[in-house]
């Protein structure tokens, strides 16, 4: 019963068979290799239009690059008060972009609201050069609470952005699951919603250590790349990077792997709300399921083997509960099975 998170899931056989393919003979080091360009040529393919691909071994590099790539020192960057890179990445953002400031703006299930964007960018006028300029914004897709932005909510967010002259930055550590969710193609969420730089996780839905930052707009491109050597993020042996993505995308295997995640959530929540085990803080959008149960029920859980976490930011707004209630976050993968739901169930509903 491993619902700790996504990334507890192994690696897809279709990945890790690809990397073996990769270690035979010999290819040009740092990037130069002939995978690397045929990620370029895949990743255009999926978005339906020019891009460029810089393949990252971390979330946190891609999305602290990619935002320093378009963020002075003298900078501010708006996002969700506990976005990843606001709450869970040590600060990197800050590091690489040698000092901007995060600034976090509210939103229940860690999703900002247009109005309230919109609200934040007008309050915030910036008495130069005393304090930062705005130059950008990031927003998570899905976000740390399972919820899904649709089209039209990037697109008006993103405009309220651009209409600043700040550039757009998405974090999607969980894109596969958003996207299989919302049943659009990449491009409608991204670039056409007015999307600059997207991170592309990969990692928790399969690969190995593989994600990409991918970019919108040429003009972040040579900035970003010098960014990443001198970041110690330019991998010498990039084909294996390479490889992973080449697999991941190849086929549809992204989307049907996030779809079964998602799948395999919605089992989970529905047995939860169904069976009377508790109740949801947050609709299962996703592959994250986010319920309040009674504190002996997750005892139980635990005692019987199940792994997951409470859940709490000290930002985070208050979520109801009682004080024999606790908020837990169960995440499904793509190795996710009926009998690992069932199980969870089962230990739910067994002092019913």
């Known amino acids: ?48 239009r020019e891009v460029h691909v810089l393949p990252m071994a971390t979330g946190t590099a891609a999305n602290a690059l990619s935002i320093a790539s378009v963020t002075p020192p003298w900078g501010v960057v708006f996002c969700h008060r506990i976005a990843h890179v606001m709450a869970d990445e040590c600060g990197a953002s800050e590091f690489y972009t040698d000092g901007a400031k995060l600034i976090g703006i509210g939103g229940d299930g860690a999703k900002m609201g247009g109005d309230a964007v919109e609200t934040m960018l007008k309050a915030y006028l910036p008495h130069e050069p005393h304090s930062g300029r705005p130059t950008t914004l990031s927003l998570t897709q899905a976000t740390e609470c399972g919820q899904i932005y649709t089209v039209d909510e990037v697109r008006r967010i993103a405009g309220l952005a651009h209409d600043r002259g700040m550039a757009v930055h ?51 491109l040579d900035d970003m790349k010098f960014r990443r050597m001198r970041a110690g993020h330019l991998l010498s042996k990039g084909r294996f990077l390479a490889a992973q993505l080449l697999a991941y ?27 009377g085990h508790g109740r949801l803080a947050w609709p299962t959008e996703i592959n994250e399921v986010f319920a309040i149960i009674p504190k002996a029920s997750a005892e139980r859980l635990s005692a019987a083997g199940a792994l997951f976490h409470e859940w709490a930011f000290p930002t985070m707004d208050p979520v109801e509960k009682t004080e024999d209630e606790v908020l837990v976050r169960m995440v499904a993968s793509f190795a996710t099975t009926d009998t690992h739901v069932d199980d969870v169930l089962r230990v739910l509903g067994s002092n019913n």
Request: hydrophobic letters at 50%.
């Open 1 to 48: 019963m491993f619902f700790a998170s996504d990334n507890t899931a192994g690696v897809l056989p279709q990945v890790l068979d690809a990397v073996g393919e990769a270690m035979a003979g010999f290819a040009p080091s740092y990037g130069t290799d002939d995978l690397t360009d045929q990620v370029t040529e895949a990743f255009c393919d999926l978005f339906g």
């Open 249 to 275: 995308v190849k086929d549809g295997l992204w989307l049907e792997t996030a779809g079964h995640a998602n799948a395999m959530a919605a089992r989970l929540s529905s047995g939860i709300v169904d069976g």
């Open 170 to 220: 998405m974090d999607g550590a969980r894109f596969a699951n958003a996207v299989a969710a919302l049943g659009c193609a990449p491009a409608d969420v991204t670039w056409k919603a007015g999307v600059d730089i997207l991170s592309f996780g990969a990692t928790k839905n399969g690969c190995l250590a593989a994600e990409a930052i991918v970019v919108f707009d040429k003009a972040n």
